[in-house]
């Protein structure tokens, strides 16, 4: 069930939605209905023979370029805060944890590969990313099959629940489906009936506009355009034409930074922001376009229920020069977990980690800090560690059961967060 953690005035409209829990998008694997995700298989045979070095070594596979590179900032931010604060702690089992960056791009052209191959080379026990699905869909095979843990703070896919991962794959970010579901619901609790839809032609992209179109048709609306794009399009002059002749009454674009070309031409064919209601997603949600008025633009992306400024104030505190804070926290929470999963397995080698990730998570005494939850590890006791991100309990395929997706709205060209809706996903 969805649930609104704050008043709001569609809140009785939103209260009766139900998660809608099929999977998503055309990149995401068959299953049979009674197949077992696969990465409920234990990697614990592998991490008995796994060889600790004494150092945990964190490595950050995040965007320094391409489409998504004003994610970037805030998601590096995130793992150093975190990194800092466990050394400032005491480290991991008596050792300052390290730290290597990469750049992961946007998967055109293709960098990732090269730069896990980088962050092996430097030994590295967990990494963190890489921010889109497409780019973390090409190297997870390289990362799991070094008996690495790969461990993303906003890969969103459905694919990833059931990917075959050799249980060493884990996200702070949760499913689309909790995202489509809030998304659709929105759009049609604001009044809206015919709606279109058009968005990246990737395992992201597809997955996301697949979930909202179901939610959007379930609760009564016309989806009068779906539309699929190449991410590495030039121009959308005739995804654009297309859209305005289906006079919508709302637009949803689930794109990156190509959202800089389209909505001037969403402008200049009638159908821009203060024509006709927009929603964007955590992909194209950001404080830095310039050049046109966003003002009514609503947004989705997985936030705490409430901003947190104090904690974005100790990110600021690391990099001064930061305008956007998304999957900032769910980057710090990935590196946290990481190291009391280390702790909690008495070793810092990726398949000994993996072990111990969901465990950290959830069943145990609630803390909310590294320092403090290492101090209840060192004492036997079970933890629930609560993150910066929010509550941060996994299922058994290494992704949040509970998250909550902040709702956005756009004054000029900033966004602030108005509410936001809780969701479980079994």
């Not at 050792?95 to 791009?105: H, I, L, P, Y």
């Not at 990099?319 to 956007?324: G, K, V």
Request: aromatic residues 6%; proline residues 4%; contains cysteine.
């Amino acid at each position: 069930m969805i649930r609104p953690t704050r008043t709001w005035r569609l809140a009785a409209v939103l209260a009766s939605a139900t998660l809608v829990l099929s999977a998503c998008g055309s990149d995401e694997p068959e299953t049979d209905a009674g197949d077992e995700p696969t990465t409920e298989e234990s990697p614990s045979e592998a991490a008995a023979d796994c060889e600790s070095d004494g150092t945990l070594n964190v490595g950050s596979l995040l965007p320094q370029t391409g489409d998504l590179a004003f994610l970037g900032p805030p998601e590096f931010a995130g793992v150093d805060l975190a990194i800092q604060e466990i050394n400032d702690a005491g480290g991991v089992l008596g050792q300052e944890v390290g730290s290597f960056k990469a750049d992961s791009g946007d998967g055109t052209p293709d960098i990732a590969g090269a730069s896990v191959d980088n962050l092996l080379n430097d030994s590295v026990d967990v990494i963190i990313g890489a921010a889109a699905s497409g780019v973390s869909l090409s190297v997870i095979d390289k990362i799991t099959g070094a008996g690495v843990v790969h461990f993303s703070p906003a890969n969103t896919a459905a694919a990833f629940d059931t990917y075959e991962d050799q249980g060493l794959y884990f996200r702070t970010a949760p499913s689309d489906r909790l995202q489509g579901q809030v998304l659709g619901d929105m759009a049609v609790a604001d009044g809206h009936t015919n709606v279109a839809i058009m968005a990246r032609q990737d395992a992201y992209g597809e997955g996301l506009a697949e979930q909202t179109r179901t939610t959007l048709e379930e609760k009564g609306a016309t989806v009068s355009e779906f539309i699929l794009y190449s991410a590495d399009a030039q121009n959308f002059t005739a995804e654009v034409n297309q859209v305005a002749a289906a006079k919508p009454d709302a637009i949803v674009l689930i794109a990156f930074n190509e959202t800089t070309k389209i909505i001037p031409q969403f402008i200049a064919k009638g159908v821009g922001p203060q024509d006709v209601q927009i929603y964007f997603v955590d992909g194209n949600m950001s404080n830095d376009y310039k050049g046109f008025d966003l003002t009514g633009v609503k947004g989705t992306f997985p936030a705490p229920g409430e901003v947190d400024e104090s904690f974005n104030e100790r990110l600021l505190e690391v990099d001064p020069d930061l305008t956007d804070f998304t999957y900032g926290p769910q980057s710090y929470d990935a590196v946290v977990m990481s190291a009391l999963a280390a702790i909690a397995a008495d070793a810092d080698c990726g398949e000994a980690i993996a072990t111990e990730i969901v465990n950290v998570s959830k069943d145990g005494t609630q803390c909310a800090s590294f320092e403090e939850c290492a101090q209840l590890l060192s004492d036997g006791e079970d933890i629930d560690y609560e993150g910066a991100s929010g509550p941060t309990d996994m299922n058994d395929t290494g992704s949040p059961n509970k998250a909550t997706i902040g709702i956005q709205e756009y004054d000029g060209n900033k966004y602030t967060q108005i509410d936001s809706v809780s969701g479980v996903l079994d």
